[in-house]
């Protein structure tokens, strides 16, 4: 089985920067691709952003592009996720989740998640 561990949440001021982490460990060699998404406080799981592991591959959703980074250290068995700008909006649970084949936005096509971590956005 494979496991993920999501760190680097926190409080930020509007404005400002966090980098997200999530290390995978187990049978990683079943893990095609990884992403990112997020869930606030009485609403769904959204896609935040999602990257192949093994080729040149990365998947943003419109709220995120430009402000937000993907990566991968694949060394590490590790993704990142940079993000900067944040907004009050960008306050929810990150969770990280795994999957055997391609990047995808499409939640319900994850294998396995992390336990997620909490971020928060405000003054």
């Known amino acids: 089985q494979v496991q993920l561990v999501e760190s680097g949440g926190g409080l930020v001021q509007p404005g400002g920067s966090l980098r997200l982490s999530c290390a995978a460990s187990g049978t990683i060699w079943r893990i095609a691709a990884m992403g990112w998404f997020r869930q606030a406080p009485g609403k769904e799981r959204e896609f935040v952003a999602a990257?192949?592991?093994?080729?040149?591959?990365?998947r943003y959703s419109d709220s995120v592009k430009g402000r937000f980074t993907i990566s991968r250290d694949v060394a590490k068995n590790t993704i990142y996720l940079q993000m900067h700008n944040l907004k009050p909006e960008d306050t929810a649970v990150y969770y990280c989740?795994?999957?055997?084949?391609?990047?995808?936005?499409?939640?319900?096509?994850?294998?396995?998640w992390g336990q997620g971590t909490q971020v928060t956005v405000s003054s």
């Open positions: 990257i192949a592991l093994s080729a040149p591959v990365t």
């Open positions: 989740g795994g999957r055997k084949r391609g990047a995808t936005s499409e939640s319900n096509e994850y294998d396995v």
